[in-house]
C-alpha cells in the first residue's frame, strides 16, 4: 500500500513537471502566433493580406520574449492609441470642409479603410490648384543672392568623406563595416541617396531650394525606406526614437500622443504639453507655403511596433519596455523624462502606430551647428515670468546685444514669431543655425511637436516680439498679405498640403481655421506698427529685384 501511495505521488510529479513545461511552450509561441497573418489561422475566412517587405533578422539577444512581463496600460483615452482616432478626424474634417471642393466627403469615407501602403486619394478637384498657383507667383520665384563657396554647407567637389553610418551615438555604429559616399565630383550626383542630395543642397539662406526634386523623394523615403534599426533619443523631456533605414538615412520619430480633435488642456502648463506627431508635421507644410523653408522634411508613417520597432532595436531599455496589453494590443513606453510610464504607454492597434518621420540634418561632425537662447524665451517655471513679459522696451536691450544689433537676425526671429503664433507653439526656448556661415545665416526651425495643441485660444503673448520690436521683412509680410486673400487662403493650402502625408488628415478642421484667423491678428499687428513708426521703419526692403519681375529659380 505505501508502495502505491509513492508511485501514485511521483506520477502527480511527472504531469505537474508536464503541465509546467507545456506552459511555457505556449507562452513563447504565443507572440509568433499573434504576429502570424490571418490566412494563417485555422476557420479564418478573411481574404489574404498585401504581400509584406521580408521580416528583418531578430536581434541576437534576449533570445526568449517578455512582453508578458507588465499587463497594465494606461486608462487615458490619448493612450490607447487606435486607427479609430484617425478615422474620426477623417469624418469630422470632411464634415467642416464646406468650401475646400465639392470632393471633401467623399475623400473622408474613402480615407476611413485605407492601409499603409494603399494609394491616396487625389485633392480636392477644382478650377486650379491653388497651392501650384501660389509657387508660380511672382513673390515665390524671387531669386537667391548668388551663391559663392562660402555659402555652401557642402562643396561637391571637396574631398570631405560622408559616412552614411555615422550617428550620435558611438555604440550604433558598425566598425567592420567602412562604407562611404564620396561626393568628389567623380560620380554623378544622381546616384547619390535623397537624404544625401538634401544636406548637399544646404546653403546660407535655405534648407532646401524651392523646386528641389530630392525633397519629395525624401519624403517618400520617409514612409516607405525599411526600417533596420531603432534606438531612443537621448535627451529631452518625451519619448522620441532614432530610426535608420536601408539607405543609410535617419530619421526621428515621434509617436502619436493624442487624437486629432484633442485640444491642450487648459491647466497644462507650456512646458508639460505633449509633443504632437501631426504638429511637426503640419509645420513642415506650414513653413513651406511661407517660404522659409527652414523646417527638415517630415512626413507621417504607420508603423509596425513589433517588426519595426521591437524586433530590429538594439536599445535593451526599449526592448524591455514591451508588453501586451489587456486588449491585446502591443504597448511600449520607453525612458524619458515626463509621460515614459505604464500610465502613458503608447499602444497600438494591435500593433499599428503612427507617428512623424524628420529628416536628420547633417552629422555634427561634418557640419557643426551652434545653439542660441532664445531672447524671447519663456521661464518655463510656474510662476515666475521672463524680463521681456514685464519689461515693455525690452526689444531695445535685445538690438544692442551680437548678434542682434546687426544683420538679419532680428529680422529671422520675427520670421519665427510668426511661425510660432500660426501654429500657437509656446516652447521655443532655443534655436540653432549652422557654424559656417556665422551670423548671416538663416535659423533652423526645429521641435515643432508643441505646435497646434489649442484651435479655440490665440495665445497673443507669442507675438510679443513682433510688437516690442516692429521689424519685419518685406517679402515676408508680402507673403502673408497675399495669404490672407480668398484665392490664397491659407487654411485651404495647407489642407491641400497635407492631403500629400500618408496619415492625412493631418489637422483638425478647428486648427485650419484658426491659421486664417491667427493671420489676421499678425497683419493687424504690423499695421499697427507702421501707424505708429512709419513704413520705411518697419518694413525691410530684403528684395534685390522688383518683386513683380519673374526672377528664374536657382
Not at 25 to 51: F, K, N, W
Not at 190 to 202: A, E, M, R, V
Request: hydrophobic share 35%; aromatic share 10%.
Amino acid at each position: 500500500m505505501k508502495m502505491l501511495l509513492v508511485r501514485k505521488f511521483r506520477v502527480l510529479i511527472l504531469m505537474v513537471f508536464l503541465v509546467a513545461c507545456t506552459m511555457h511552450i505556449m507562452i513563447d509561441l504565443l507572440p509568433r502566433l499573434e504576429r502570424r497573418g490571418p490566412e494563417s489561422r485555422p476557420g479564418c475566412s478573411c481574404p489574404p493580406p498585401a504581400a509584406a517587405p521580408p521580416r528583418a533578422a531578430a536581434p541576437r539577444w534576449p533570445s526568449k520574449h517578455t512582453l508578458r512581463i507588465l499587463q497594465d496600460f494606461s486608462a487615458e483615452p490619448a493612450s490607447n492609441l487606435s486607427s479609430q482616432s484617425r478615422e474620426a478626424a477623417a469624418e469630422r474634417a470632411a464634415g467642416g470642409a464646406g468650401g475646400a471642393g465639392g470632393g471633401g466627403a467623399a475623400a473622408g469615407r474613402a480615407r476611413r479603410l485605407i492601409g499603409p501602403g494603399a494609394p491616396r486619394p487625389p485633392p480636392p478637384a477644382g478650377n486650379a490648384a491653388p497651392l501650384a498657383a501660389l509657387f508660380e507667383h511672382p513673390l515665390y520665384r524671387a531669386a537667391l543672392p548668388p551663391l559663392a563657396d562660402g555659402d555652401l554647407l557642402f562643396n561637391v567637389n571637396s574631398d570631405i568623406r560622408f559616412n552614411p553610418r555615422v550617428a550620435e551615438q558611438p555604440e550604433w555604429q558598425n566598425e567592420d563595416h567602412h562604407e562611404e559616399f564620396l561626393p568628389t565630383g567623380e560620380t554623378s550626383i544622381d546616384s547619390y541617396p535623397n537624404w544625401l542630395k538634401f544636406h548637399i543642397g544646404i546653403n546660407r539662406y535655405e534648407l532646401y531650394s524651392r523646386h528641389n526634386p530630392a525633397i519629395e523623394a525624401l519624403l517618400q523615403d520617409l514612409v516607405s525606406q525599411k526600417i533596420t534599426s531603432v534606438a531612443m533619443k537621448s535627451g529631452g523631456t518625451q519619448l522620441k526614437l532614432i530610426m535608420t533605414f536601408q539607405n543609410y538615412g535617419q530619421a526621428l520619430f515621434k509617436p502619436m500622443k493624442q487624437t486629432r480633435e484633442q485640444e491642450t488642456p487648459p491647466d497644462f502648463f507650456y512646458f508639460s504639453d505633449y509633443e504632437r506627431h501631426n504638429a511637426e508635421i503640419a509645420a513642415f507644410h506650414l513653413d513651406r507655403i511661407l517660404d522659409f523653408r527652414r523646417v527638415p522634411p517630415v512626413a507621417g508613417r504607420l508603423v509596425n511596433m513589433t517588426r519595426e520597432i521591437r524586433d530590429v532595436t538594439r536599445d535593451k531599455k526599449l526592448w524591455r519596455t514591451f508588453f501586451i496589453s489587456p486588449a491585446n494590443n502591443i504597448c511600449f513606453y520607453g525612458e524619458c523624462s515626463y509621460y515614459c510610464s505604464t500610465e502613458h504607454a503608447l499602444c497600438g492597434k494591435p500593433d499599428q502606430i503612427e507617428g512623424s518621420l524628420a529628416a536628420f540634418l547633417p552629422d555634427l561632425s561634418l557640419a557643426k551647428r551652434k545653439t542660441w537662447r532664445n531672447p524671447w524665451r519663456r521661464s518655463y517655471h510656474k510662476r515666475k515670468k521672463a524680463e521681456w513679459e514685464v519689461d515693455p522696451d525690452y526689444c531695445e536691450e535685445v538690438k544692442q546685444t551680437p548678434p542682434y544689433d546687426s544683420g538679419t537676425r532680428i529680422l529671422d526671429i520675427m520670421d519665427m514669431t510668426v511661425f510660432d503664433f500660426l501654429m500657437g507653439n509656446m516652447d521655443r526656448h532655443h534655436y540653432e543655425t549652422f557654424e559656417k556661415f556665422g551670423n548671416e545665416t538663416f535659423i533652423i526651425h526645429l521641435d515643432n511637436g508643441r505646435g497646434f495643441g489649442k484651435y479655440s485660444h490665440d495665445e497673443l503673448s507669442i507675438l510679443v516680439p513682433l510688437n516690442q520690436c516692429c521689424r519685419i521683412r518685406k517679402s515676408t509680410y508680402l507673403r502673408l498679405q497675399l495669404l490672407a486673400k480668398e484665392e490664397y487662403k491659407l487654411s485651404l493650402l495647407m489642407k491641400e498640403s497635407l492631403l500629400k502625408d500618408k496619415i492625412a488628415p493631418i489637422l483638425y478642421q478647428p486648427h485650419l481655421e484658426a491659421m486664417d484667423r491667427r493671420l489676421r491678428i499678425v497683419l493687424k499687428a504690423v499695421s499697427d506698427c507702421i501707424e505708429k513708426d512709419g513704413y520705411d521703419n518697419v518694413v525691410e526692403n530684403d528684395f534685390n529685384t522688383d518683386v513683380n519681375t519673374v526672377a528664374t529659380e536657382r
